[in-house]
């Protein structure tokens, strides 16, 4: 039998941001130990601009015209920092908690769904330590 092993990932949630609050909801995430990685300039993108394009034509596509006011909006990843994590273990319920809360306090800033999808392993900034 072969298995295929999954390459090393983390869970983040994909949201569409509108540019005049994603300084402000960045910081509000940082705070609560939650970081917002642009699609763009994701350091896991070979080519972040036509991934970011890519993103954010299917979550507008999948809407069907709903999310129409997010086209140009930026779409970002949101993980989360370590101290929700906990070894191998599953992120807490409260963490998914706290990223929901967090975006729906952004109302019609932000664009969601309630879910996680899983990417290459987003690395800390220089001079971060978990």
């Known amino acids: 039998m072969l298995f295929v092993r ?3 990932h983390e869970n983040v949630a994909t949201v569409l941001v509108d540019p005049r609050v994603l300084a402000d909801l960045e910081l509000t995430l940082m705070a609560r130990d939650l ?5 763009r300039t994701a350091p896991t ?8 394009f890519q993103v ?3 979550l507008l596509m999948k809407h069907r015209g709903d999310w129409d006011l997010a086209a140009d909006w930026t779409p970002v990843w949101i993980g989360f920092g370590p101290s929700w994590q906990n ?3 599953p ?3 409260s963490a998914h908690q706290e990223l929901w809360q967090a975006l729906d306090s952004y109302g019609e800033h932000v664009r969601f769904h ?3 999808g899983g990417v290459r392993r ?3 900034p220089k001079g971060v330590h978990p």
């Open 114 to 116: 309630r879910r996680l």
């Open 45 to 52: 993108c070979m080519d972040g601009p036509r991934m970011a």
């Open 35 to 39: 970081r917002v990685w642009p699609v």
């Open 122 to 124: 987003l690395p800390l």
């Open 6 to 8: 999954r390459a090393p």
């Open 87 to 89: 070894g191998d273990e």
């Open 56 to 58: 954010r034509r299917r």
């Open 91 to 93: 992120l807490p319920w």
